[in-house]
């Protein structure tokens, strides 16, 4: 495919603009000259070619509705339409954020309906809606810990993180000052209890545990791990970016948890990934509400207001309320699914990841081999053992096939790690397909090793110098080579 570049023709234009009617003025005497730049080299090609040349562009993207997006931790699973359609209502896009509460109250019910779903759904006592993704409702939720203890007079400066967390866990708790404590994770892939009890003390704020975990395992001493963080007056802070394991089936706040942090981008009806729009609602206990972010929606009557007098609140952490059309989406969801149907979503998500780990564990590692939630984890160490293929070049050869890779090397504490969430979206037969790619694979790493570690070899863009990349990135522009590097 050519560059943009190299279809400029001189004097080719896509579009024309009319003969100034007004004297000229030098541009130099509108811009600050410092600011103007010389030698733009900008291509000239004509409407069609440019139309052309994007969509050509278009087509290489890989998304969900393009394939299978076994992305393991992130639930990249088809959305339905309709609710995109129920995000784009003109009273929903066309409404300021900073309307006047009488011009808003349809909108306000459904962000006070939507905390209340989400509520009963996992357990909690009330849900702020500002936190602006994942990450961002863990911080946010770290900082409602902190308060918390703040209001008791208590000083607790450590927070601990089992070695299997998402990274984003260690980087919220030290945002919020607290020293970040690695748990070991036992042979069963959970919490290692005794070095958690090790770890417990009075100066330690919570545990922040993702469950099911990174290993696509639930904790089976959850009520253990209850126990021992309130024994000693901490809290336990749940990760819900695997909420799509447990939607009816089980509440984290049954299960001990004080906090949860859920992905709405990833759960709840909005496509995860090209940097957003996400939205990371965080759940607390009664106990927590009042620090929660401010301005929250309260139902008066037949009516809803802002409320802003919450004097131990964290503050606002976003601007405006939050990313509504999400929670357009997250409603739509719930709604059109209902209990029946939330539950039956986690109940095929994860028959279906048992599915991928019971027809591929004949032919790569399981390091922690039990029944998983949502994702399954194998290991490539049998085929760098047997013939020095690592999971990268396994990864690069599933391109040849069509297939967008899952996840590798994550989580750390698994060596060549290979992460598959599959979830509920996908057929019998889609996943009988990329088995059948992945076993191909396998055997191609037994019999033709040099095949797999010269992948991709079919893509438009061919293997890349991974290190050379990351610690030599040129970036620079060439005019005169239209496109060459220096």
Not at 165 to 186: D, K, Q
Not at 440 to 468: F, G, H, N, Q
Request: one cysteine or more.
């Amino acid at each position: 495919m050519e560059l943009i570049f190299e279809k400029s023709r001189p004097g080719r234009s896509g579009a024309g603009i009319p003969e100034s009617d007004v004297p000229a003025v030098p541009v130099e005497q509108c811009i600050d000259p410092k600011l103007l730049r010389e030698d733009v080299d900008l291509p000239e090609v004509a409407e069609i070619d440019l139309v052309r040349h994007y969509t050509a562009l278009s087509r290489r993207n890989f998304g969900v509705d393009a394939g299978f997006y076994p992305l393991g931790s992130c639930t990249m699973k088809y959305n339905p339409k309709v609710n995109e359609d129920a995000a784009r209502l003109p009273g929903f896009t066309a409404l300021h954020p900073y309307a006047p509460e009488s011009f808003s109250q349809g909108s306000m019910r459904l962000m006070y309906e939507l905390r209340r779903h989400l509520s009963e759904i996992f357990g909690m006592g009330d849900f702020a809606l500002q936190p602006a993704a994942g990450a961002h409702g863990e911080l946010t939720g770290v900082m409602v810990i902190k308060r918390h203890f703040e209001k008791k007079r208590e000083r607790r400066t450590k927070i601990l993180i089992p070695d299997a967390a998402h990274g984003t866990n260690p980087a919220s708790g030290a945002l919020c000052g607290f020293e970040t404590v690695t748990v070991r994770t036992s042979a069963d892939g959970g919490v290692d209890i005794g070095h958690l009890c090790e770890l417990m003390t009075e100066e330690t704020a919570g545990l922040m545990l993702t469950n099911p975990n990174t290993l696509g395992l639930f904790e089976r001493n959850i009520e253990k791990v209850a126990s021992v963080l309130h024994g000693k007056g901490g809290l336990l802070y749940c990760d819900g970016a695997n909420a799509n394991a447990f939607l009816g089936i089980t509440r984290p706040g049954s299960l001990g948890f004080d906090l949860i942090q859920l992905n709405l981008h990833k759960t709840f009806s909005t496509p995860h990934g090209c940097g957003g729009p996400g939205s990371g609602p965080l759940g607390v206990a009664r106990e927590l509400v009042p620090y929660l972010p401010v301005p929250r929606v309260v139902k008066e009557r037949t009516r809803y207001r802002w409320e802003y007098d919450a004097p131990d609140s964290v503050g606002r952490v976003r601007s405006f309320y939050g990313n509504f059309n999400v929670m357009v989406k997250a409603l739509a969801y719930i709604r059109s699914l209902g209990p029946e149907g939330l539950r039956w979503t986690s109940e095929a998500a994860v028959l279906n990841a048992n599915y991928v780990k019971a027809k591929l564990a004949p032919w790569y590692d399981l390091p922690y081999n039990r029944t998983c939630m949502h994702e399954c984890v194998f290991s490539g160490t049998r085929q760098v053992r047997e013939s020095g293929v690592h999971t990268s070049d396994i990864a690069k050869r599933l391109l040849d096939y069509g297939y967008h890779p899952p996840t590798i090397y994550f989580p750390l504490i698994v060596p060549e790690a290979i992460m598959i969430e599959p979830n509920e979206t996908e057929s019998r037969e889609t996943l009988d397909a990329f088995c059948e790619a992945m076993i191909s694979i396998a055997r191609e790493a037994k019999e033709e090793p040099e095949r797999v570690k010269s992948a991709p070899l079919t893509t438009p863009v061919r293997r890349m110098d991974e290190v050379k990349a990351a610690r030599e990135p040129d970036v620079r522009w060439n005019p005169a080579g239209r496109g060459g590097r220096r």
